[in-house]
């Protein structure tokens, strides 16, 4: 029968840290390598079944096949690097070996399963949200790199690609824009129609071009606007409109009355008192017949 407790001497050899962190530093065979190994970090658990494989897969070798810790001991490691609904399936579960296996077990069967992780990744390139733009570089870069996780995860479980290349380069293909899915097809091999490898290299070669060519196009405008004058600014030339209205100082000129009579400008013609009416006449008249 296997003791439930542990003494603190036995958990103080333990390297995890149980106060949040995830990195620790597992003993090896060799105490020469153990000396220049450096922390190691496992990720932790919650029950993202995308994440499943990254997991048990760290866990695997670097806590489960170390031959220099016991069956409680790697129980102890796996308690603390789970969280959320991974964690309480192992929570009421005492600190014994055959727990330690039971649990490993139980993990397997619900994150585990091939057929349900087959799924959870071809759901994962679903949701891949689609690029409109081939001129969108950052969309395509994150667009190649998630497919890569998937596709890879894919192929460690034994999928080949003749299984579900079928499926998956049709939903690849929508995924990007029209003008790389006809370039694609205008370049595809007849023989490797279903190659799922093909389509992602051609993904990545028509990235790193565009990437290349945008480094080369702002390398080219940074030396011409070095020789560029640092004032120089563009400004259109706005076209010359005739000026029709009055300027300011006709809008403030007094026009003055003129008396036609004395060129006096003190009266009006009707109010002058210097001549009298008939003689107002006289002039009027001579006005006229010089006038005609």
């Given at each position: 029968?296997?003791?439930?407790?542990?003494?603190?001497?036995?958990?103080?050899?333990?390297?995890?840290?149980?106060?949040?962190?995830?990195?620790?530093?597992?003993?090896?065979?060799?105490?020469?390598?153990?000396?220049?190994?450096?922390?190691?970090?496992?990720?932790?658990?919650?029950?993202?079944?995308?994440?499943?494989?990254?997991?048990?897969?760290?866990?695997?070798?670097?806590?489960?096949?170390?031959?220099?810790?016991?069956?409680?001991?790697?129980?102890?490691?796996?308690?603390?690097?789970?969280?959320?609904?991974?964690?309480?399936?192992?929570?009421?579960?005492?600190?014994?070996?055959?727990?330690?296996?039971?649990?490993?077990?139980?993990?397997?069967?619900?994150?585990?399963?091939?057929?349900?992780?087959?799924?959870?990744?071809?759901?994962?390139?679903?949701?891949?949200?689609?690029?409109?733009?081939?001129?969108?570089?950052?969309?395509?870069?994150?667009?190649?790199?998630?497919?890569?996780?998937?596709i890879g995860?894919?192929?460690?479980?034994?999928?080949?690609?003749?299984?579900?290349?079928?499926?998956?380069?049709?939903?690849?293909?929508?995924?990007?824009?029209?003008?790389?899915?006809?370039?694609?097809?205008?370049?595809?091999?007849?023989?490797?129609?279903?190659?799922?490898?093909?389509?992602?290299?051609?993904?990545?070669?028509?990235?790193?071009?565009?990437?290349?060519?945008?480094?080369?196009?702002?390398?080219?405008?940074?030396?011409?606007?070095?020789?560029?004058?640092?004032?120089?600014?563009?400004?259109?030339?706005?076209?010359?409109?005739?000026?029709?209205?009055?300027?300011?100082?006709?809008?403030t000129t007094?026009?003055?009355?003129?008396?036609?009579?004395?060129?006096?400008?003190?009266?009006?013609?009707?109010?002058?008192?210097?001549?009298?009416?008939?003689?107002?006449?006289?002039?009027?008249?001579?006005?006229?017949v010089i006038?005609?």
């Amino acid at each position: 029968m296997y003791k439930s407790k542990i003494n603190k001497k036995h958990l103080s050899q333990l390297a995890v840290n149980f106060n949040g962190a995830n990195e620790s530093n597992v003993r090896t065979n060799n105490p020469a390598l153990s000396l220049n190994l450096p922390k190691l970090r496992i990720p932790n658990f919650s029950g993202d079944s995308s994440t499943y494989l990254e997991f048990i897969n760290c866990f695997t070798n670097a806590i489960d096949a170390n031959e220099s810790l016991n069956n409680v001991d790697k129980f102890i490691y796996l308690k603390s690097f789970l969280s959320g609904e991974a964690s309480k399936i192992v929570s009421g579960f005492a600190l014994t070996e055959d727990n330690y296996k039971s649990c490993l077990n139980l993990l397997k069967d619900k994150y585990g399963r091939q057929n349900h992780l087959i799924s959870c990744f071809m759901n994962k390139l679903l949701e891949i949200e689609p690029v409109k733009s081939s001129f969108n570089l950052k969309g395509l870069r994150k667009l190649h790199d998630e497919s890569e996780i998937n596709i890879g995860n894919l192929y460690s479980m034994g999928v080949a690609s003749g299984n579900y290349g079928h499926l998956l380069i049709p939903i690849l293909l929508k995924q990007l824009p029209h003008d790389l899915v006809v370039e694609f097809h205008r370049q595809k091999d007849s023989k490797n129609i279903g190659d799922v490898k093909e389509l992602m290299k051609f993904i990545k070669f028509e990235i790193e071009s565009r990437e290349s060519a945008n480094i080369a196009s702002t390398r080219a405008f940074t030396e011409n606007s070095r020789y560029l004058p640092r004032n120089l600014s563009y400004q259109p030339q706005q076209p010359k409109l005739k000026n029709n209205f009055p300027s300011s100082s006709a809008l403030t000129t007094v026009v003055r009355n003129v008396c036609i009579f004395c060129n006096s400008d003190t009266h009006t013609s009707i109010g002058c008192q210097i001549f009298s009416n008939e003689e107002k006449r006289y002039k009027l008249k001579r006005v006229d017949v010089i006038g005609a």
